[in-house]
């Protein structure tokens, strides 16, 4: 971080940048484990925003002190601080999980089952494996902001100028317009034989 490198924490990397920076970690009131709905919380000029608000995917029963020279870029109804930003940095922390995958997911399940008990912010099985295949996809293109914002918003443009096909975790992501005006682009979701055409502003796609 003292280098300048751009940092983004996921989860558990959150938390050890907010403790690194001498914020204290501890068990959240309530675990949070489902796809539930985030809040944007700041209006900080020159950090990221999020959008109003997003449904997320999150597993986790910790949460985080705010580190001193962070701004909260996100709440959720059962955890406070979903999301920081180092203020004048690109240092990022998120409680939640936009590179979710079905896979992922799957292997999250097989894994952590034992955590799936019953409590207000804990969804069934059959609740997580439930979502459509655009739940994840309206997550991963989110990440996609995060890591175009760290850095720098001409690398996934750039490559959709050039006509560079961006691999998604669930879709090719394939240019239908060269065009960029006012950030308005065009996209084309592949999914085995069915294609849905879908129109971004800015990417934020999340309801």
């Known amino acids: 971080m003292e280098a300048g490198i751009p940092v983004l924490g996921v989860c558990l990397g959150a938390q050890l940048i907010a403790g690194a920076l001498g914020a204290r970690v501890t068990r959240n009131p309530q675990k949070e484990i489902g796809w539930f709905p985030i809040e944007s919380t700041s209006e900080e000029v020159g950090v990221f925003q999020f959008p109003k608000t997003c449904t997320v995917f999150h597993w986790h029963g910790e949460t985080f002190d705010l580190p001193v ?76 902001d995060v890591l175009s914002y760290l850095i720098g918003d001409t690398y996934l443009i750039r490559n959709r100028q050039l006509g560079i096909r961006y691999v998604s975790p669930i879709y090719d992501l394939v240019p239908l317009s060269q065009s960029f005006e006012d950030t308005l682009f065009h996209e084309e979701f592949f999914a085995g034989a069915d294609a849905v055409k879908v129109s971004f502003q800015n990417s934020r796609v999340c309801p």
């Open 69 to 144: 020279g962070a701004v909260r870029l996100a709440k959720s109804q059962a955890c406070e601080n979903q999301a920081f930003q180092i203020i004048g940095r690109k240092v990022i922390g998120l409680q939640f999980h936009l590179e979710t995958t079905p896979e992922s997911l799957g292997k999250l399940i097989d894994n952590c089952r034992d955590e799936l008990v019953a409590g207000p912010w804990i969804q069934k099985e059959s609740e997580l494996r439930g979502v459509t295949e655009k739940s994840y996809v309206k997550i991963n293109i989110l990440m996609d």
